[in-house]
T-cell receptor
Framework: DAGITQSPRHKVTETGTPVTLRCHQT?????MYWYRQDPGHGLRLIHY???????DKGEVSDGYSVSRSKTEDFLLTLESATSSQTSVYFC??????????????FGPGTRLLVL | AQSVTQLDSHVSVSEGTPVLLRCNYS??????LFWYVQHPNKGLQLLLK??????LVKGINGFEAEFKKSETSFHLTKPSAHMSDAAEYFC???????????FGSGTKLNVKP
């Protein structure tokens, strides 16, 4: 299994509080992604990173920010959590991208409940 | 814009019978296509990927998928279902720059003994 850990694995928080989720990899892969998974929607990309300090938005980025100060860590922050952000969050990594279909490796997920 | 439609939200088969999970995509370019599997309370694992090298793609655990450009489809098949195949399956398409990925809504496969 690819060396990807996510912390915390479970979190309950209240509306309006800030929340930070951490993704840590030991593979030295360049690309890192944050997705959220909701019933009926599959996984949707929130933000991704293509290198240290290089990030870009995905399709559901509103209300989320990210930072990547080291190759191995990719942080997802909910500045002021809302109930609509209750979800399961997955981090993924890939060594590269391109037309050869680089594989993404997924972390175990973080379950976030916003009350 | 690219999109992915998985035509069945639930599929139920008996053990030992064939599996067909359907996926249609919409894209103005030649994308990379993937199938991922997610077992209950687990992360996702790659089953197979299409990268324009061959239209019939073989993956792990006996799964394969055929890319049909004229039908914009990438259906997943397996000749004989096993109980361990019970999981949720996601069809995924890349964007034009192969940096972003778009998931279908998923198909839950139930395998009956």
């Amino acid at each position: 299994d690819a060396g990807i850990t996510q912390s915390p694995r479970h979190k309950v928080t209240e509306t309006g509080t800030p929340v930070t989720l951490r993704c840590h990899q030991t593979e030295n892969h360049r690309y890192m992604y944050w997705y959220r998974q909701d019933p009926g929607h599959g996984l949707r990309l929130i933000h991704y990173s293509y290198g240290v300090k290089d990030t870009d938005k995905g399709e559901v980025s509103d209300g989320y920010s990210v930072s990547r100060s080291k190759t191995e860590d990719f942080l997802l922050t909910l500045e002021s959590a809302t109930s609509s952000q209750t979800s399961v969050y997955f981090c993924a990594i890939s060594e590269s991208t391109g037309p050869y279909g680089e594989t993404q490796y997924f972390g175990p997920g973080t379950r976030l409940l916003v009350l | 814009a690219q999109s992915v439609t998985q035509l069945d939200s639930h599929v139920s088969v008996s053990e030992g019978t064939p599996v067909l999970l359907r996926c249609n995509y919409s894209s103005s370019y030649s994308p990379s296509l993937f199938w991922y599997v997610q077992h209950p309370n687990k992360g996702l694992q790659l089953l197979l990927k299409y990268t324009s090298a061959a239209t019939l793609v073989k993956g792990i655990n006996g799964f394969e998928a055929e890319f049909k450009k004229s039908e914009t489809s990438f259906h997943l098949t397996k000749p004989s279902a096993h109980m361990s195949d019970a999981a949720e399956y996601f069809c995924v398409v890349s964007d034009r720059n192969f940096n972003k990925f778009y998931f279908g809504s998923g198909t839950k496969l139930n395998v009956k003994p």
